[in-house]
Antibody, heavy 127, light 108 residues
Framework: QLQLQESGPGLVKASETLSLTCSVSGGSISSSTYYWGWIRQPPGKGLEWIGNTYSSGSTYYNPSLKSRVTISVDTSKNQLSLKLRSVTAADTAVYFC???????????????????WGQGTLVTVSS | SSELTQDPAVSVALGQTVRITCQGDSLRSYYASWYQQKPGQAPVLVIYGKNNRPSGIPDRFSGSSSGNTASLTITGAQAEDEADYYCNSRDNSGNHVVFGGGTKLTVL
């Protein structure tokens, strides 16, 4: 059974860099058919996609965060990482890592499904 | 702002049927996936594709789509179905994941 576990500081000072790690067990992060990404959820609000990475090395970011985000993979440790620079109070959120599968169906339609999630970690930005 | 639009809140009487909708242009090319999130927990995938349920998801959950609108239907809602529900797909570029704003389901 695939498991994802986020880790990192729960408190980050404003203007500094938020760094989180997602450890994957029960499967390889090097798998060529999945995207691995980060999603966050501010307290009391909805889900916001941050970005993801594919086995090819391609990375994709939410345009609203692109200038501050770096997502990378360490295949030797089976880990996904997130760096978010120049944080403000608006970056206070629960951060989730998740695996995404993108499927093409017989009718030509596509599907994006995030089938495995970490339990999430709360990061608070202090002033 | 989300490129997928959901009603903020919906309520249903215990045992009745409720439909939660998700609208967006990308849904003309993508089937929406649906997630259930209870307080303090990670989202759980409940429906994906045309109408597929992951293992362990009760068959009272079903999905459908028409044009730019996807729907999640709960037939015979139970108290434990009270949760926030989110839809997701990719955007029209195909490069970015998008989520709806979420629907809070109350079971009366």
């Amino acid at each position: 059974q695939l498991q994802l576990q986020e880790s990192g500081p729960g408190l980050v000072k404003a203007s500094e860099t938020l760094s989180l790690t997602c450890s994957v067990s029960g499967g390889s992060i090097s798998s060529s058919t999945y995207y691995w990404g980060w999603i966050r959820q501010p307290p009391g609000k909805g889900l916001e996609w941050i970005g993801n990475t594919y086995s090819s090395g391609s990375t994709y970011y939410n345009p609203s965060l692109k200038s501050r985000v770096t997502i990378s993979v360490d295949t030797s440790k089976n880990q996904l990482s997130l760096k978010l620079r120049s944080v403000t109070a608006a970056d206070t959120a629960v951060y989730f890592c998740a695996r995404e599968d993108v499927l093409r169906y017989f009718d030509g339609s596509w599907g994006s499904l995030l089938d495995y999630w970490g339990q999430g970690t709360l990061v608070t930005v202090s002033s | 702002s989300s490129e997928l639009t959901q009603d903020p809140a919906v309520s249903v009487a215990l045992g009745q049927t409720v439909r939660i909708t998700c609208q967006g242009d990308s849904l003309r090319s993508y089937y929406a996936s649906w997630y259930q999130q209870k307080p303090g927990q990670a989202p759980v995938l409940v429906i994906y594709g045309k109408n597929n349920r992951p293992s362990g998801i009760p068959d009272r959950f079903s999905g459908s789509s028409s044009g730019n609108t996807a729907s999640l239907t709960i037939t015979g809602a139970q108290a434990e179905d009270e949760a926030d529900y989110y839809c997701n797909s990719r955007d029209n570029s195909g490069n970015h994941v998008v989520f709806g704003g979420g629907t809070k389901l109350t079971v009366l």
